[in-house]
Every structure is written in structure tokens, then in C-alpha cells.
């Protein structure tokens, strides 16, 4: 980086602004005509459309995940509704209509703040997914899981759900599916309200075991899945096996539901953020292939490009992150062969570098002893990729990556949440999509940050 003249913060600054562009711009739902505002969006929304029902829906779907939070009026962290709205508002008026969440999202507050923003507008308007996350014990009964499904509707203000989910199956093996779908009857009512339209299409997100994944597709004679949801990026594409051997890799998952014709729904396209925020050198040879795109457009053009992808789910927190995936989307410029093999170089050279797999899901929080362990996770992610993680005292820059870290580290996580607070009780990894040995990464964490305070390194 030194050796180009730009550094890292420049780097990331130019980024931001090129990102940060806003304004209205005609797509779906708009009046014809190129952005004025610079946001860059100047066409219309590409839609899918469903092969099983005809819905056309947006090639964009908005991720209910990662609302921004507030300090309310108690100072307890509460969803911006008012921001949320408004994104809402920008999404739908540029084509966006499919909307996904869960009782599980922003700590059990999601569906209501999502029920918020739609509910202003007519029920056609929009397509709204939610899941049935009966992760914890206390939830598996048949009674408990209807009262979770029947709550959702409540929140969400409507009478029926456009697309529903068995939620994240396949992390526990076919025993966990069996108590939380199968012996309680859980699965046999939802086939039953799919069979009365309060379920529009009834399908399954996928992570973990593919056993799980297999069995339910041998039954699609007798379930006849209206979708399936998985995690489908450049990166994982040919190296989720690699990267975690409980992972399967993404091409076998969509190549299985194509041949069935089931619409696929794409979760993680940019990893959590880990495909927006890479090392220096592969973020430098993205922006430099497209100097006018954002490096995560390169992740939502890869999905896009499969035809059948029926929409790609991104968790929007900020207005510019929903322009840039606006422009990416509003039309989609499928991939070339030429840039597909460009991005499996990406991926290539990506491998070579030991990230710990966090996608900042959250689905590990809270933790009983109150560590932030996302954070503590993409921090020492973000130190590598910025080269900040010295391995010896000898190296040359080891001071100013020492410094950077544990500076880095006091900023990013307050002292009561830092990886020192763990103590193994394990409680966050059932519910890690990624199967990461959380535990294990905190102590090593840990232990590297000591010898950084130490220096014994």
C-alpha cells in the first residue's frame, strides 16, 4: 500500500464516498429517466419471478437483520423506527419488495419495527418472509411453535405470510430437525396453514449437516418446497468446505435446488461485510477491474447473475448501504465468464488468509456472561486484513500493529465484553451458523492479546 501511495483509511474514505451518493432515481414504481442526484441508480429494479406462483419479485431483498438501534428515552438500545421507515420508503419506491425477517432479529424487536414500516402501505405492495426460529428448547412444542408462528402475524399486521421458513435447519443434524419440525407436528401445521393461504410459499433456510439438506429435497414429492434459502457467495461458491468442514459448498446447494426447479432465496452474499471489507491488495484489485462500482457490488452481481436466484437478501443498516445495492440492481449487469473466473481468482486468493468466519449474524448473542463476541471476532478479522496482527517481536512494523490492535481492541468492545470474560460454557456455539468453535477463538483471542500486552511475543 505504502509502496501505491495510498493508504488504508485513504483508501476506504474514496470508498465511502463513492458509496455515500443519495437521492430518489427512477426504478419500479417511478417515473422513467437518469439520477440526477449522482446516487447513481438510473434504471429499474430486475425482478424475478417466482416459477411456482408468478410473484414478481425484486432481484434486492431487504434483510430485516441489521436495523440500526437508538438509546431510548430509559437509555435501553431500541430500533430507529423512523429510520427504518424511511429506507423502507426509498427500497419501495425503487422497486425493492421482498422483506425478510424473524422473531430471532435485533433481539426480538425486528418483526415489529418491520411490521411498522410496511403496514403503511397496501398489503400487495410487498412480499414478507418471516421464520419459525424455534431454536431454544422451551420453543420445540407444537404449542409453543404455533404461538411463535401465530405472534409473527401479530407483529407483522397481517393475515397471512408471502414466504415462510423452517428457520436455519441442519446446524443440529436430523435430531435437532426431528424436535423442533418433525415429532412435534410442527411441520404438518405448516403444511396445513400453507394448504389454507395464510402460508403463500412454505420453504427452509439451510445451514450445517447436508444430510439435512438432502433428506428434505428427497421428500419434495411430499412437502413440494416453494423455496429454499442459502448462503450463496464467490467465496463460499467452492471454498465453504474448505474454510469449515461442517459447511457445504454453495454450488452443489443451488445446482440441487435448479434441477428441481425451486426458486432459490440468498442469504450472506457479502459474508457478513467480509466481502466489502477485505485486505488491502484483493479490495484494490476489485476497484481497480470496476473503478465506477463498490467492491460489494461484485458480490451481489455474482448472485444475480444465476437465474435461479429468485432474490438476494442484504441486511441494510445504513441509507448508503441500500443505494449502492439500488445501483447494483436497478438493472443487474450479470457476470461475464471473463469476470467469474476473475472472482474465483478473488476467492482464490482470499483462502490465503486466516479469517475467522464471523458473518456478525448475532444468532451467538446475548452471551450469559456479556461479551460482544461479534465484535471481538471482526476485530481481530479486520487487524488482519489491515496487517496488524504481528507475529513476533522482530517485525518490522510491530509497534504500530501492536498499538493498532490493542487500541483497536479497548475502542471496539468495552473491557467487560473483551474475550477474557469467557469461560467456556458453549452456550453460543448450537446456534453459530458458521460452526465456529466460538470458545476455542475467544481463548486464542485472548491469549493473543496478553502476549501483545506482555510483549512476548
Known amino acids: ?132 426460529s424455534n431454536f431454544n428448547p422451551s420453543t420445540h412444542s407444537l404449542k409453543a411453535s404455533k404461538e411463535m408462528y401465530y405472534n409473527s402475524m401479530k407483529a407483522l399486521k397481517v393475515d397471512y405470510i408471502d414466504y415462510y421458513l423452517l428457520h436455519s435447519i441442519g446446524s443440529g443434524g436430523m435430531e435437532e430437525f426431528d424436535r423442533r419440525y418433525g415429532k412435534n407436528g410442527a411441520l404438518d401445521f405448516l403444511l396445513e396453514e400453507r394448504a389454507a393461504g395464510r ?136 457476470l461475464s465468464e471473463e469476470e467469474l473466473a476473475f472472482l474465483q481468482h478473488i476467492a482464490d486468493v482470499m483462502m490465503r488468509f486466516k479469517t475467522i468466519p464471523c458473518n456478525d449474524c448475532k444468532y451467538c448473542m446475548p452471551c450469559p456472561y456479556g461479551l460482544d463476541i461479534p465484535a471481538i471476532l471482526l476485530h481481530y478479522n479486520k487487524c488482519l486484513n489491515e496487517g496488524n496482527i504481528p507475529t513476533s517481536s522482530q517485525d518490522p512494523e510491530y509497534r504500530k500493529a501492536r498499538r493498532a490492535y490493542l487500541v483497536g481492541y479497548d475502542r471496539s468492545v468495552p473491557k467487560l465484553r473483551q474475550a477474557s470474560h469467557c469461560i467456556g460454557c458453549g452456550q453460543c456455539m448450537p446456534h453459530c451458523p458458521q460452526n465456529i468453535d466460538i470458545p476455542k477463538e475467544l481463548h486464542r483471542i485472548d491469549a493473543y492479546v496478553e502476549k501483545l500486552k506482555q510483549e512476548t511475543l
Not at 501511495?5 to 417515473?31: E, H, P, Q, V, Y
Not at 414500516?117 to 421464520?131: D, G, H, I, N
Not at 484494490?284 to 429468485?310: D, H, I, N
Not at 441509507?319 to 445501483?327: A, G, P, S, W
Open 1 to 132: 500500500m505504502e509502496k501505491n501511495n495510498i493508504s488504508r483509511r485513504d483508501f476506504l474514505k474514496t470508498m465511502a464516498a463513492a458509496g455515500a451518493a443519495a437521492g430518489l432515481s427512477a426504478c419500479a414504481g417511478g417515473s422513467s429517466g437518469n439520477s440526477v442526484d449522482g446516487s447513481g441508480i438510473s434504471g429499474e429494479m430486475t425482478m424475478r419471478t417466482n416459477p411456482k406462483t408468478g410473484d414478481k419479485v425484486s432481484l434486492l431483498g431487504f434483510g430485516m437483520m441489521r436495523l440500526p438501534f437508538i438509546k431510548g428515552h430509559d437509555g435501553k438500545d431500541i430500533i430507529d423506527q423512523e429510520t427504518v421507515n424511511r429506507m423502507v420508503d426509498y427500497a419501495i419506491e425503487h422497486g425493492v419488495n421482498y422483506f425478510d425477517t424473524s422473531p430471532a432479529y435485533c433481539q426480538g424487536l425486528s418483526e415489529e419495527a418491520t411490521g411498522i414500516a410496511l403496514s403503511r402501505y397496501p398489503r400487495e405492495k410487498y412480499f414478507v418472509a418471516t421464520k419459525l
Open 199 to 334: 402460508i403463500r410459499n412454505l420453504g427452509f433456510s439451510f445451514h450445517g449437516d447436508i444430510r439435512v439438506f438432502d433428506y428434505l429435497l428427497s421428500r419434495q414429492d411430499e412437502y413440494k418446497w416453494d423455496f429454499v434459502q442459502i448462503q450463496m457467495n464467490y467465496l463460499d461458491w467452492k471454498y465453504a468446505h474448505q474454510a469449515n468442514r461442517k459447511n457445504t459448498n454453495s454450488d452443489y446447494q443451488y445446482y440441487e435446488l435448479e434441477k428441481r426447479g425451486i426458486p432459490a432465496v440468498i442469504m450472506e452474499p457479502l459474508l457478513g461485510g467480509r466481502l466489502a471489507n477485505m485486505a488491502d491488495n484483493v479490495m484494490l484489485q476489485l476497484q481497480e477491474k470496476e473503478p465506477e462500482m463498490s467492491v460489494a457490488s461484485w458480490a451481489f452481481r455474482f448472485v444475480g447473475t444465476y437465474p435461479g436466484v429468485l432474490t438476494a437478501l442484504s441486511g441494510m443498516t445504513r441509507m448508503e448501504h441500500l443505494q449502492d445495492n439500488l445501483k447494483t440492481y436497478c438493472p443487474l449487469k450479470p
